[in-house]
């Protein structure tokens, strides 16, 4: 088998991942954790699921992928308000508010669906994204426009140095009238938008139907890609591509003819496996924003 012939089929698998990491790094560039991406991909994932049943149902067709993925990345972009409130506003936990948002994603997708479906899962639609000339899917374009944009939002605007400020040091960018919580809201919900536009990805590449195992973990992946990759755009980047890498190889080895013999348990846990090496290999190298994790209160230092 040629492995070339297979670049699309990875490169499919990695972009959701990729776009979701982007975000991760925004937040935490802030100076917030947000592990709710995991749930907010799986509510962008349901939305989208809905969307174009529904559309396709009707008679709209392909014309609702572009509908499915901004609603996808508006309720994730919704729904990461509350984990806003809750670091922000509140200084709660931020660990305990994300996993509340990832048991919240788990009951309220299921409960849509019993709603909308009468059952624990949307219903399968037709035809998803398909992919074009060259075999790659539009999905991997919208990761790459997201990752340029990114980077220059992050290094080349006074709105990526404010958030990169805000994460580093927040009261010393209050002093010079940076507005910490507004940077710190921006870096949330940018976060949320782009882990709901992924699980839209997912849902409509890899599946043809929203399930409470479509996201499978991929939020926590990409979580570690932002730790992985050094809060940096391009390392982020290689570090999706590693682990998103590591889960195509449970579609493609199937096609593999000297992998064929291994039993598939084993590429499942693959990426799951290499991540977890990636950061006992990276821990104790502190790359990452002094502040991240740290709530701010204005005058309390």
């Given at each position: 088998?040629?492995?070339?012939?297979?670049?699309?089929?990875?490169?499919?698998?990695?972009?959701?991942?990729?776009?979701?990491?982007?975000?991760?790094?925004?937040?935490?560039?802030?100076g917030?954790?947000?592990?709710?991406?995991?749930?907010?991909?799986?509510?962008?994932?349901?939305?989208?699921?809905?969307?174009h049943?529904?559309?396709?149902?009707?008679?709209?067709?392909?014309?609702s992928?572009?509908?499915?993925?901004?609603?996808?990345?508006?309720v994730?972009?919704a729904?990461?308000?509350?984990?806003?409130?809750?670091?922000?506003?509140?200084?709660?936990?931020?660990?305990?508010?994300?996993?509340?948002?990832?048991?919240?994603a788990?009951?309220?997708?299921?409960f849509?669906?019993?709603?909308?479906?009468h059952?624990?899962?949307t219903?399968e639609?037709k035809?998803?994204?398909?992919?074009?000339?060259?075999?790659?899917?539009?999905?991997?374009y919208?990761?790459?426009?997201?990752?340029?944009?990114?980077?220059?939002?992050?290094?080349?605007?006074?709105?990526?140095?404010?958030?990169?400020?805000?994460?580093?040091?927040?009261?010393?960018?209050?002093?010079?009238?940076?507005?910490?919580?507004?940077?710190?809201?921006?870096?949330?919900?940018?976060s949320?938008?782009?882990?709901?536009?992924?699980?839209?990805?997912?849902?409509l590449?890899?599946?043809?139907?929203?399930?409470?195992g479509?996201?499978?973990?991929?939020?926590?992946?990409?979580?570690?890609?932002v730790?992985?990759?050094?809060?940096?755009?391009?390392?982020?980047?290689?570090?999706?591509?590693?682990?998103?890498?590591?889960?195509?190889?449970?579609?493609?080895?199937?096609?593999?003819?000297?992998?064929?013999g291994?039993?598939?348990?084993?590429?499942?846990?693959?990426?799951?496996?290499?991540?977890?090496?990636?950061l006992?290999?990276t821990?104790?190298k502190?790359?990452?924003?002094?502040?991240?994790?740290?709530?701010?209160?204005?005058?309390?230092s």
């Amino acid at each position: 088998m040629n492995i070339l012939l297979q670049i699309p089929t990875i490169l499919m698998i990695v972009a959701p991942i990729l776009i979701t990491a982007i975000g991760g790094m925004f937040t935490e560039r802030s100076g917030v954790v947000n592990i709710a991406l995991e749930g907010l991909m799986g509510l962008g994932a349901c939305a989208a699921a809905c969307c174009h049943y529904l559309m396709e149902a009707a008679g709209y067709g392909r014309y609702s992928l572009v509908l499915a993925l901004l609603l996808g990345a508006f309720v994730g972009w919704a729904f990461s308000l509350i984990h806003a409130v809750a670091s922000i506003d509140l200084k709660a936990d931020q660990t305990i508010s994300g996993t509340g948002i990832n048991l919240l994603a788990d009951g309220l997708t299921i409960f849509v669906a019993q709603i909308l479906f009468h059952a624990d899962r949307t219903k399968e639609y037709k035809i998803g994204m398909l992919p074009d000339k060259i075999g790659m899917y539009p999905t991997v374009y919208i990761a790459v426009a997201v990752v340029i944009i990114a980077w220059f939002v992050m290094f080349k605007t006074p709105f990526g140095m404010h958030l990169r400020a805000c994460g580093e040091h927040p009261a010393a960018a209050d002093s010079v009238g940076i507005n910490v919580r507004l940077m710190r809201y921006s870096g949330v919900m940018i976060s949320g938008a782009l882990a709901g536009l992924s699980g839209g990805c997912i849902v409509l590449t890899q599946t043809i139907q929203y399930t409470s195992g479509t996201i499978g973990g991929r939020g926590f992946i990409a979580l570690a890609a932002v730790s992985f990759g050094r809060w940096t755009p391009l390392g982020v980047t290689g570090a999706a591509i590693l682990f998103g890498g590591m889960q195509a190889m449970g579609v493609i080895a199937t096609n593999i003819t000297s992998l064929r013999g291994i039993p598939s348990e084993y590429f499942n846990i693959l990426p799951y496996f290499v991540t977890l090496v990636a950061l006992i290999l990276t821990s104790g190298k502190d790359y990452a924003p002094q502040a991240n994790g740290i709530p701010y209160e204005k005058g309390a230092s």
